[in-house]
C-alpha cells in the first residue's frame, strides 16, 4: 500500500434514514442524535415529556432501530490505513460497512475504533447500524447469569416494570431514576468520522504533573495506534516550548514518554481562589494534530488520622480548600437536546453561586469533552464517579473485560484536566448490598462479587492516573471497609438522607457532623413557568396523575406538603404552594450547609444533591429542568457565600460564627439587631472580628431569651473598608407561628435601559421577598428579608442569550414574598 502523504477525516455525521423491521415506514434522523428526538420531529410520538406521556411513547425503547447512510470517498480519502470511530454508541448494535458486519458494540461508554482498510470504496458507501433492544439484552444476560442480580428499585417508580440495566453498559438512568424519565433512548451522540492515516493514529495523551519550586515538570505519554512498522514524527507544543521526536513504530499499540519543564508557571486554582489559567497544548503525531488546555495544579486529598478519626479534604496547590458544590445529572433525557451551550449554561449557573466542586454521579454518564473543558474554564472541581449506581453489578470475566475497556478509555481521555479532582468506584453500591432481599440473603457472594469489580476499578485508576486518588464508593469510609458509611460521620464521604427520606425536622442536620457531605437534599416542586409546560390548568393540583406522574420518588408530594405544614401557614392557592416548596428547600439545604460550614476544619466539603434535572419534574434540583433558578439556587449564593456568618444553636445560646474560605485573612464588622416580625428593631450586639484564611470563630453570642415573642434574628456584615459582604437572618420558631406583616413591598427601576437595577423597599418586615420576570436570567439575589429603611438593588444577568432591558424586565416582573401566601 501507498503511504497517505497526512492525515485526514471524513464527518459522518448528518442525516440518517431511520427505520425499523417492525415498522413499514422510515423518516430522517440527525446522528449524533438519538431515535425519540427523531421520531418526536417527525410528529411519530407526542412529546414524552408533556401530561403523562410517557407510557404513550414506551414502545419506542421496545423496537429495534436502524439508521444508515450513504457516504461519498473520494480516492484521495481512501488512500491510507483507515479507521472508522464511533462514540457514544448507545448501545447493542451491529455496526455494517457496505453490507459487512464489520464491528459489534455494547457499551455506551466506550470509543470504537474500527479497522476499515480496504472496506472502503473510492465513490458511493453505505454504512449501517442496527441497533437492539438493550432491555431485552439486558434480561436475557440476567436471566443467564449463575445467580440473581436485582436491579434499582428506581426504576420501579410509576408502576413501571424495570429493566436489568446492570447488565448493560448504558447510563443507568435512562431506564428512569426517583427524578427521572424512563426513555431507554436509542441513537449515537459522539463522533462519527472516517480516519486516514499514514502509518499510525493517536490513541491517548496522559500528562503526569511533578512541581517545583518555581517549575512545573510535565510527563507526557503518547499512546499510538501502528497499522506497520515504520516511522513517524511526534511533536508536542506547549508554553512557548516545542518538543520533536521521530519514532520507530511497531504494529499495534505502541507508548511513549517525554518530558517537558515550565518555568515560572502559572497556576490554576478552583473558583473563588485565584484564577483558572489554561495552557493550549497541541500533539501531532503522523499528520494528525490535537489540542487540549493543562491547568497546572497540585491536588491532594488529605486523608489522614486526626483526633476524631480521619480527615477527609482536598488540598490545592498546598491549600485546604473548602468544597462548596452540587452534584450532577444528565443535562437532558433526550440525548440530541444536550449540547454545548445548555451544558456551558448550566455551569456557569454553578460558579455563579460560589460553587467550585461538582460531582459528576455514577447512574449518568460520563460527559462529552466540552464538560469538563468548561468545568477548567469556570474553577470547578470534579467528583467522578465511575458509572454504576444503586445496585450490584456482574464480575464474569467478560463484564471486566468490558468494563476495563471503558474505564481505561475514559481515564485517559479525562485524565489531562485541572478540573478532575477524584475517581470514585460508584454511587451507593456497597450501601446498596443491604438493600434487597438477594443481597441481604447472601452478603458473603455479593461483597465478594462487589470486590471484584471495586479492586479493579482501582486498580486501573493507579495504573492510568496514579497522580489521582481513588475513593472505593461513595460514601464510603475507605479502602475495604464495608461498614455502614450513612451514618458514621467520623471518616469518609457521607450520604445524608434522613431529613428527606426519614422525613426528620430540619434541625437534624445538625445531630450529623460528617468530614464532607456528598450527598444531601430535599425536594420542591418545579417553577410555575416549567408546570405550565407540562400540564393543563386543570392538571394544576399536587394530587393530579399529571403532577403524580411528574414526581418519581414515592410519596414525594405528600412528604412537600406535610413538610409545608410544620414550618408554614398552609398557601391559599397551587401557585402560592409551588413557591412555598422551594421556599422550604432552600431552608432545608441552608440549614445543613451553614451548620456544616461552622464545624469546620471537621467538615470540608458539602455538595447537595442536586443542582439540574434530566426534564420537568418535581425534584432536589437548585436549577430548573432548562436552566432556570429556583429559590435554592439564589439561597446558594448566600449560604455559599466565602465569608460567611451563620447562627448555630447551641443549648440557650445562639453562636453567630464567622466563617472564611478565602486566601486572605479578612476583618469583619458584625451588627445583629432584633426585629419584630410586625415592624420594628433593636440592636443586640456590633463587634469587629479578624478570621484567618480557611478559618471558623465565634464572633458573637445571644442568648435566646433576649429576642421577645414575634422577633428573629437580622445581621449583616462589612469589610473594613464599609462594604456590605453578606446578611443573614435566624428565626427561632417555625415560620408559622410568626404574625407576619402585611407588606407593601416597592418596586422602581434604576441605572440604563441596558443595565437595569431593580431597587426593592417596603413598609414593614418581608420576608423572602423573590423577583420574577419571564426573560431567562437571574437577579443577583433573591428570597430576601427587607427591612424598612434598607432597600435592597438587584442587577439581572440574562442567559442563553437573551436580551434582559429595563422595558423587557418590568414587563413581567412579579414580587412575592411569605406573608402573600396565605
Known amino acids: 500500500m501507498t503511504e497517505a502523504a497526512h492525515y485526514s477525516e471524513l464527518d459522518l455525521s448528518g442525516a440518517f434514514t431511520l427505520s425499523s423491521p417492525r415498522r413499514n415506514s422510515s423518516l430522517s434522523i440527525s446522528l449524533p442524535g438519538d431515535v425519540h428526538s427523531a421520531l418526536l420531529a417527525a410528529g411519530e410520538i407526542p412529546d414524552p415529556y408533556f401530561g403523562t406521556n410517557e407510557q404513550a411513547v414506551m414502545w419506542v425503547h421496545a423496537t429495534p432501530w436502524t439508521v444508515e447512510r450513504a457516504f461519498e470517498a473520494t480516492p484521495a480519502d481512501i488512500d491510507g490505513h483507515l479507521t472508522l470511530t464511533l462514540e457514544n454508541v448507545d448501545t447493542i448494535a451491529t455496526v455494517f460497512l457496505n453490507g459487512e458486519a464489520i464491528a459489534e458494540t455494547d457499551n455506551q461508554f466506550v470509543r470504537y475504533d474500527i479497522d476499515v482498510t480496504g472496506k472502503v470504496r473510492a465513490g458511493t458507501n453505505h454504512l449501517r447500524i442496527a441497533f437492539a433492544v438493550t432491555k431485552d439484552v439486558a434480561k436475557a444476560r440476567a436471566d443467564a447469569h449463575p445467580f440473581p442480580i436485582p436491579f434499582t428499585y428506581n426504576y420501579l417508580s410509576n408502576g413501571l416494570p424495570g429493566v436489568h440495566m446492570n447488565f448493560v453498559r448504558k447510563a443507568a438512568c435512562h431506564a428512569g431514576w426517583d427524578w427521572g424519565i424512563c426513555l431507554m433512548p436509542t441513537g449515537v451522540y459522539g463522533r462519527m468520522a472516517l480516519r486516514r492515516s499514514r502509518l499510525a493514529r493517536q490513541e491517548s495523551i496522559t500528562v503526569v504533573q511533578s512541581h517545583g519550586r518555581n517549575t512545573v515538570e510535565l510527563s507526557i505519554t503518547t499512546r499510538a495506534f501502528a497499522f506497520a512498522a515504520g516511522s513517524v514524527e511526534l511533536t508536542h507544543e506547549i508554553g512557548g516550548q516545542k518538543l520533536v521526536d521521530k519514532l520507530a513504530m511497531r504494529p499495534g499499540e505502541n507508548v511513549f514518554t517525554h518530558t517537558v519543564t515550565i518555568d515560572n508557571p502559572r497556576l490554576w486554582w478552583p473558583n473563588g481562589h485565584g484564577e483558572q489559567h489554561l495552557y493550549d497544548f497541541w500533539t501531532t503525531l503522523d499528520g494528525e494534530t490535537t489540542k487540549r488546555r493543562l491547568g497546572l495544579r497540585q491536588l491532594d486529598w488529605v486523608v489522614e488520622k486526626d483526633e476524631i478519626d480521619h480527615s477527609f479534604k482536598c488540598r490545592v496547590n498546598g491549600r485546604d480548600i473548602f468544597m462548596f458544590g452540587s452534584n450532577w445529572i444528565p443535562a437532558d433525557a433526550l440525548p440530541s437536546r444536550i449540547t454545548p451551550a445548555s451544558v456551558r449554561d448550566l455551569l456557569e449557573s454553578a460558579r455563579a453561586v460560589n460553587q467550585n466542586m461538582i460531582r459528576v454521579w455514577g447512574g449518568g454518564q460520563y460527559e462529552p469533552d466540552y464538560f469538563y473543558e468548561a468545568c477548567d474554564e469556570l474553577g470547578l472541581l470534579v467528583w467522578h464517579d465511575f458509572m454504576f449506581s444503586c445496585m450490584s453489578y456482574p464480575s464474569n470475566r467478560e463484564f471486566l473485560a468490558n468494563v476495563r475497556t471503558e474505564v481505561t478509555q475514559q481515564v485517559r481521555r479525562l485524565q489531562h484536566h485541572a478540573s478532575i479532582a477524584i475517581w470514585c468506584g460508584d454511587n451507593e453500591v456497597i450501601g446498596s448490598l443491604h438493600w434487597y432481599p438477594e443481597t441481604k440473603a447472601a452478603p458473603e457472594r455479593y461483597v465478594a462479587n462487589y470486590d471484584r469489580l471495586n479492586s479493579m476499578l482501582g486498580y486501573i485508576v493507579e495504573d492510568e492516573d496514579p497522580q489521582r486518588r481513588f475513593w472505593p464508593s461513595s460514601?464510603?469510609?475507605?479502602?475495604?471497609?464495608?461498614?455502614?458509611?450513612?451514618?458514621?460521620?467520623?471518616?469518609?464521604?457521607?450520604?445524608?438522607?434522613?431529613?428527606?427520606?426519614?422525613?426528620?425536622?430540619?434541625?437534624?442536620?445538625?445531630?450529623?457532623?460528617?468530614?464532607?457531605?456528598?450527598?444531601?437534599?430535599?425536594?420542591?416542586?418545579t417553577s410555575m413557568k416549567v408546570i405550565e409546560s407540562f400540564t393543563r390548568p386543570e392538571d394544576r393540583n399536587p394530587s393530579s396523575p399529571v403532577m403524580e406522574a411528574h414526581q418519581r420518588n414515592v410519596g414525594g408530594n405528600t412528604r412537600i406538603i406535610e413538610t409545608m405544614t410544620r414550618y408554614f401557614r398552609f398557601p391559599s392557592d397551587f401557585e402560592k404552594m409551588v413557591f412555598l416548596s422551594q421556599v422550604q428547600q432552600g431552608l432545608a439545604i441552608k440549614t445543613a450547609i451553614e451548620y456544616w460550614r461552622s464545624t469546620k476544619p471537621r467538615c470540608m466539603g458539602t455538595l447537595y444533591w442536586q443542582i439540574n434535572d434530566i426534564y420537568p419534574v418535581a425534584s432536589w434540583s437548585s436549577l430548573d429542568y432548562g436552566g432556570g433558578w429556583k429559590l435554592l439556587h439564589y439561597m446558594a449564593r448566600r449560604f455559599f457565600n466565602p465569608i460567611n456568618v451563620v447562627a448555630v444553636p447551641q443549648g440557650d445560646a445562639l453562636l453567630l460564627k464567622a466563617i472564611n474560605d478565602t486566601p486572605d485573612r479578612a476583618t469583619v464588622g458584625l451588627e445583629v439587631l432584633a426585629v419584630n416580625a410586625l415592624g420594628g428593631t433593636r440592636p443586640l450586639s456590633n463587634v469587629t472580628v479578624t478570621t484567618e484564611p480557611g478559618g471558623a470563630l465565634v464572633a458573637a453570642t445571644i442568648d435566646k431569651a433576649d429576642l421577645k415573642p414575634n422577633e428573629f434574628l437580622s445581621f449583616t456584615w462589612t469589610a473594613e473598608d464599609g462594604k456590605l459582604l453578606g446578611e443573614n437572618d435566624f428565626f427561632p420558631e417555625a415560620y408559622k407561628a410568626y404574625d407576619l406583616a402585611e407588606a407593601n413591598v416597592s418596586t422602581r427601576w434604576e441605572g440604563s435601559e441596558e443595565a437595569p437595577v431593580l431597587v426593592l423597599s417596603t413598609d414593614k418586615p418581608a420576608v423572602f421577598v423573590t423577583a420574577t420576570t419571564d426573560v431567562p436570567g437571574y437577579f443577583s439575589d433573591n428570597a430576601l428579608t427587607l427591612l424598612p429603611g434598607r432597600e435592597a438593588r438587584l442587577s439581572f444577568t440574562p442567559r442563553l442569550g437573551a436580551v434582559a432591558t429595563k422595558s423587557a424586565l418590568a414587563a413581567s416582573l412579579r414580587v412575592n414574598h411569605l406573608r402573600e401566601t396565605y
Not at 479502602?479 to 428527606?500: C, F
Not at 457532623?513 to 444531601?520: D, K, L
Open 475 to 525: 460514601p464510603s469510609l475507605g479502602y475495604m471497609d464495608y461498614a455502614d458509611g450513612w451514618h458514621l460521620d467520623t471518616r469518609g464521604d457521607t450520604h445524608y438522607w434522613s431529613v428527606w427520606h426519614e422525613a426528620k425536622d430540619f434541625s437534624a442536620y445538625r445531630n450529623v457532623n460528617p468530614r464532607f457531605a456528598s450527598e444531601f437534599g430535599f425536594q420542591s416542586f
